[in-house]
Protein backbone atom coordinates (compact mmCIF):
# COMPACT_ATOMS: atom_id res chain seq x y z
CA UNK A 1 0.00 0.00 0.00
CA UNK A 2 1.23 3.54 -0.78
CA UNK A 3 1.27 5.50 1.96
CA UNK A 4 2.15 8.44 1.17
CA UNK A 5 -0.63 11.25 1.77
CA UNK A 6 -1.34 13.57 -1.78
CA UNK A 7 -2.40 16.94 -1.54
CA UNK A 8 -5.68 17.50 -3.80
CA UNK A 9 -6.07 13.41 -4.33
CA UNK A 10 -9.35 11.96 -3.21
CA UNK A 11 -9.88 9.11 -0.62
CA UNK A 12 -12.37 6.95 0.83
CA UNK A 13 -12.85 7.18 4.87
CA UNK A 14 -13.69 3.65 5.93
CA UNK A 15 -17.08 4.94 6.72
CA UNK A 16 -17.61 5.15 3.28
CA UNK A 17 -17.52 9.09 2.75
CA UNK A 18 -14.89 10.97 0.61
CA UNK A 19 -12.55 13.42 1.23
CA UNK A 20 -10.04 15.60 -0.62
CA UNK A 21 -6.69 16.59 1.65
CA UNK A 22 -6.71 20.57 1.40
CA UNK A 23 -2.67 20.57 2.79
CA UNK A 24 -0.17 19.26 5.45
CA UNK A 25 -0.17 21.67 8.16
CA UNK A 26 1.90 21.45 11.60
CA UNK A 27 0.15 21.16 15.58
CA UNK A 28 1.77 24.69 16.50
CA UNK A 29 2.04 22.61 20.24
CA UNK A 30 3.62 19.19 18.52
CA UNK A 31 4.94 20.38 15.63
CA UNK A 32 2.97 16.77 14.61
CA UNK A 33 1.79 17.05 10.51
CA UNK A 34 -1.83 17.32 10.55
CA UNK A 35 -3.68 16.66 7.29
CA UNK A 36 -6.20 19.09 6.88
CA UNK A 37 -8.89 17.54 4.66
CA UNK A 38 -12.68 17.91 3.11
CA UNK A 39 -15.78 16.04 3.22
CA UNK A 40 -17.01 16.13 -0.64
CA UNK A 41 -20.96 15.60 0.29
CA UNK A 42 -21.04 19.04 2.50
CA UNK A 43 -17.86 20.31 2.29
CA UNK A 44 -17.20 20.41 5.88
CA UNK A 45 -12.98 20.58 7.14
CA UNK A 46 -11.63 18.59 8.99
CA UNK A 47 -7.90 18.01 10.86
CA UNK A 48 -6.71 14.46 11.62
CA UNK A 49 -2.47 13.54 12.22
CA UNK A 50 -0.90 12.24 9.07
CA UNK A 51 0.41 9.03 11.45
CA UNK A 52 -3.18 8.16 11.64
CA UNK A 53 -4.60 8.32 8.26
CA UNK A 54 -3.37 4.89 6.93
CA UNK A 55 -3.86 3.02 10.23
CA UNK A 56 -5.99 -0.63 10.19
CA UNK A 57 -9.18 -0.47 11.93
CA UNK A 58 -10.06 -3.25 13.31
CA UNK A 59 -13.20 -3.47 14.23
CA UNK A 60 -16.56 -6.20 14.71
CA UNK A 61 -16.65 -7.02 10.84
CA UNK A 62 -14.27 -4.29 9.84
CA UNK A 63 -10.62 -4.49 8.92
CA UNK A 64 -9.70 -2.12 6.76
CA UNK A 65 -7.06 0.67 6.52
CA UNK A 66 -8.78 4.44 7.58
CA UNK A 67 -7.84 6.22 4.13
CA UNK A 68 -8.37 4.36 0.93
CA UNK A 69 -7.48 7.03 -2.71
CA UNK A 70 -10.09 6.55 -4.95
CA UNK A 71 -9.27 7.03 -8.78
CA UNK A 72 -10.98 10.30 -10.30
Do not use: C
Request: charged letters at 30%.
Amino acid sequence: MNTEIKIGAKYRHFKGIIVQVLMIAKDSDTLEDMVVYQELSDDSVWVRPAAQWFDQIIRPGIDTPRFVEVEE
